[in-house]
């Protein structure tokens, strides 16, 4: 039933547009096929011309001597086309959905004598959209995956440094990559034959890092600093990292890391200014590798507090299991912020910062932590 009243009204369109078109009879040859317009097929919107159309739109071609059209192009993906849409006046036709590998932005009919007429009409497809990275730090020879959209072959990704990576695999919304040597940190570039994006994010981001281990600095737990990983342990992504490696018993208070201003030192300043005003426009980052499921307890985190600690703000709740992986973990800072129940305050002496469970449940704990930075959502051109 729905296929016959689909029929119905794409042949009520075509009459219907064929009639606005032109008064003359399908069966008057008027001379050379011309085109005068694109519209949509809405009868609505009788007025809405158009110079491009997405994939899988239906439209209407409006001219002269256009019955004999025997195959449409859009660049270089040739169209279907339904004999019961053609009149001499106009062609309905679907714009294919496969992405044309040769990008002319042109529309081409050909007749049946052989013929041809072309008309500037783009296709509109997006430029990629870069979105984020299972994991902001890869090791050169890694392979880093990145999530987005409009992923079309072919794509290069570029990273900061000027050198391109190996395209492993690819579908519209992921792509994985060989990190080439070379790489520095900074924005990755992806580009396709519909435009190029800079990503928001930096790979291997080294801004307002104010808890890394590199040295050890604060008041907890120092033991819990990785300087040469074993065969047990994570890879080292970028210098020393912290595990926790033991079984924690609900509501337990263990210190991962942190302390006051004067015990971190100079890293506790890294958090730029914008970030305590407008935490809005900002994420907390850092990168977790699970090699047991955290499923258990409850983290809690201090960061950009100018007084004292508080122990009940921000709660990062299970679960999470990175199956051994390094994932780049991104929290709004707005949401942070909100958590200490008061606007967050300037401070030139540096900032409290404090990593602890405390939480119900007990954890079989094996989870590690690099990198905790803030950095802004966008970076601005």
């Not at 195959?71 to 849409?85: C, G, H, K, R, S």
């Not at 070379?182 to 924005?187: F, H, K, L, N, R």
Request: charged content about 20%; overall charge negative; hydrophobic content about 40%.
């Amino acid at each position: 039933m729905n296929k016959i009243y689909h029929f119905i009204l794409l042949a009520f369109v075509a009459v219907s547009i064929a009639g606005f078109s032109s008064c003359k009879s399908d069966s008057e040859d008027g001379g050379e096929p011309r085109v005068k317009y694109v519209r949509t097929t809405n009868p609505a919107a009788s007025d809405s011309l158009l110079v491009g159309a997405g994939q899988g739109n239906l439209i209407a071609i409006v001219g002269e001597n256009l019955k004999n059209v025997r195959e449409i192009w859009f660049n270089d993906q040739q169209a279907l086309l339904v004999p019961t849409y053609i009149t001499n006046t106009s062609v309905l036709v679907t714009v294919p959905s496969k992405i044309p590998s040769d990008i002319t932005n042109k529309l081409k009919m050909v007749f049946a004598n052989g013929g041809t007429l072309e008309h500037d009409f783009k296709l509109e497809i997006s430029e990629p959209v870069v979105s984020s990275m299972f994991s902001e730090y890869v090791l050169s020879g890694g392979t880093a995956v990145i999530n987005g959209n409009y992923f079309y072959e072919p794509v290069t990704v570029t990273f900061a440094g000027g050198v391109q990576g190996e395209v492993l695999s690819l579908k519209d919304d992921r792509i994985e990559v060989v990190v080439p040597a070379g790489a520095q940190p900074g924005q990755i570039t992806v580009k396709t034959n519909f435009g190029e994006t800079k990503s928001d994010f930096w790979f291997r981001d080294n801004r307002n890092i104010f808890l890394s281990s590199d040295p050890f600095t604060g008041w907890w737990k120092e033991s819990f600093v990785v300087k040469s990983p074993g065969a047990d342990a994570p890879e080292s992504i970028n210098g020393n990292y912290i595990r926790v490696n033991q079984p924690i018993a609900g509501w337990s208070w263990l210190e991962v890391a942190g302390g006051p201003p004067d015990a971190m030192g100079d890293i506790s300043k890294n958090i730029p200014d914008e970030a305590i005003l407008k935490p809005e426009n900002y994420y907390l980052k850092f990168e977790v590798n699970t090699r047991k499921p955290y499923n258990n307890n409850v983290i809690k985190i201090n960061v950009g507090l100018s007084q004292d600690f508080y122990n009940d703000g921000y709660l990062w709740q299970p679960p999470i299991d990175t199956q051994g992986k390094w994932q780049t973990i991104s929290i709004p800072f707005d949401v942070i912020a909100k958590s200490y129940g008061a606007p967050l305050t300037l401070s030139s002496k540096g900032y409290y910062t404090r990593i602890l469970f405390h939480g119900p449940g007990d954890l079989d704990a094996d989870i590690s932590f690099d990198n905790f930075r803030v950095v802004p959502k966008v970076i601005k051109k």
